[in-house]
């Protein structure tokens, strides 16, 4: 570690060494990271790094954390022998003894890496111009290689584990203890990378590996750039990968996971939820193996039971019996999911199938094709009984997503300031149900952090 300047008390500019490979850069990658028009890479490697740099923050606003650090700056050296990164004004909450925390560096890095690759190699070479599915998930294949997230040696165990960051101490212990549990079983954790439902498993989990002294555990998380700033990732993550928006990051989820535990959240969760449901119903993935329990403390039953007679009045009964709620019993979720881990890897080598990537799945264009949640796009949404169920999920997914767009990404808080709540109308009973899931998020605070005021962004209209 080079200079260290530390004249302000809160934060800290220092030069900083690379991680791994990522330590030579050509001029032209260079140029395009500190480019700072429209078309550069600066701001969205700027928002990425600092979001990964303010590793204790507590709030969910992206635009909050990019007002309070505007004076945060990171340029890129080139030299002879590889480069390095001035950070300017950066957290000092990422630093210990005036030296980067190894873990913080590594994910900066791996930022570094994704931003260059997905969003300046992949848009010179025109992939983002994608027509076909198997050309989206192709991309998710090479962004995950590159991101050297796949373990060929290692049979099917990562467990994908979704739930919100505004949760509650007694559903947050619980997450703990239910990763404790996986760990045990020597299962890798898979989240969203935040704090809430996306650390406790984590955390939990790796006590369990010290307990069966496993040494190369592995706690992925996959995150994309509206939302990393709201939800930077926590201390646990060993692996981080950045996809480059809401839909990719889904499907590497599916992809690279085995299997999925989702812990009570707000409209992410929701949203999460919706998606897989969506996926699994199509008629080509029915006899693929794919594990999938909902569980919470005690406390956290009638949110499930809200959550399931949601899906039940949407998308019936079929997608009801693809998944397994168990309330307050992690011993027992760990087990099913090892269980379930077992019949896939049964699967997998049946049909000869890779471990380390689902290509089995099928997943419509209508779960890929990336979703820009404007006022117009929003009130476009067709929610209706009318869409085959596999449809419906993917717009009620896209509608739970402009809701967590317009509660902590940037883009979308600067979108409500001027232009008003979002309008969300369809078929009169479906709008019911959505209308009494998203008061049951506000009244049990799962929209945002406990403690901060909630306003909606969004209103409900039904279509008689």
């Not at 198997?134 to 991101?147: C, K, M, P, S, Y």
């Not at 002294?213 to 926590?234: C, H, M, Q, W, Y």
């Not at 299997?259 to 409209?267: A, C, K, L």
Request: hydrophobic fraction near 40%; glycine fraction near 8%.
């Amino acid at each position: 570690m080079g200079h260290c300047d530390t004249a302000n008390t809160n934060t800290i500019t220092a030069i900083v060494n690379p991680t791994g490979s990522m330590n030579v850069l050509s001029s032209h990658e260079v140029s395009k990271l500190q480019d700072t028009s429209k078309t550069g890479l600066y701001s969205l490697f700027r928002r990425c790094a600092l979001a990964v740099l303010n590793c204790d923050s507590e709030k969910d606003n992206a635009q909050d954390l990019m007002a309070e650090h505007e004076n945060f700056n990171i340029h890129i050296i080139q030299e002879p022998r590889g480069l390095k990164l001035e950070l300017i004004n950066a957290p000092r909450c990422a630093f210990v003894n005036k030296k980067l925390i190894l873990g913080v560096k590594e994910n900066l890095f791996s930022v570094l890496r994704d931003i260059l690759y997905v969003f300046s190699k992949m848009e010179e070479q025109g992939l983002f111009e994608l027509n076909k599915s198997q050309d989206v998930t192709n991309l998710v294949f090479e962004i995950l290689r590159h991101a050297q997230a796949f373990d060929l040696k290692r049979p099917p165990n990562i467990v994908v584990c979704w739930g919100g960051h505004a949760i509650g101490r007694e559903e947050y212990t619980y997450t703990k203890v239910v990763g404790y549990n996986l760990g045990l079983y020597g299962l890798d954790i898979c989240t969203g990378c935040g704090p809430g439902a996306m650390k406790g498993p984590m955390k939990g989990a790796y006590i369990g590996h010290a307990k069966q002294r496993i040494v190369k555990s592995r706690f992925i998380g996959l995150t994309e750039p509206d939302i990393i700033a709201a939800e930077s990732p926590n201390p646990i993550v060993n692996e981080l990968v950045i996809m480059p928006d809401i839909e990719k990051r889904l499907e590497a989820f599916i992809r690279l996971g085995h299997g999925i535990v989702i812990f009570p959240g707000g409209p992410g969760t929701a949203e999460e939820v919706l998606y897989i449901l969506g996926v699994l119903l199509h008629e080509k993935n029915q006899d693929i193996p794919f594990p999938l329990i909902f569980t919470g403390p005690s406390h956290s039953a009638d949110y499930f039971q809200r959550i399931d007679t949601f899906i039940g009045a949407t998308l019936g009964q079929g997608a009801q019996s693809l998944y397994q709620i168990i309330v307050n019993d992690p011993p027992a979720v760990a087990e099913a999911i090892k269980n379930g881990l077992d019949k896939v890897t049964r699967f997998r080598r049946a049909s000869k199938d890779a471990y380390h990537f689902n290509w089995k799945l099928t997943i419509d264009r209508l779960f890929q094709e990336p979703f820009e949640p404007t006022h117009e796009a929003m009130a476009n949404l067709t929610l209706s009984y009318d869409l085959p169920p596999s449809e419906l999920a993917a717009n009620l997914r896209r509608a739970m997503s402009g809701i967590v767009a317009g509660n902590i990404k940037e883009n979308g808080i600067k979108s409500i300031e001027q232009h008003g709540l979002f309008n969300l109308s369809g078929d009169q009973k479906l709008m019911q149900h959505i209308d009494e899931l998203l008061s049951s998020f506000v009244a049990q605070h799962r929209m945002k952090l406990p403690g901060s005021h909630y306003k909606p962004c969004y209103v409900i209209n039904n279509k008689s």
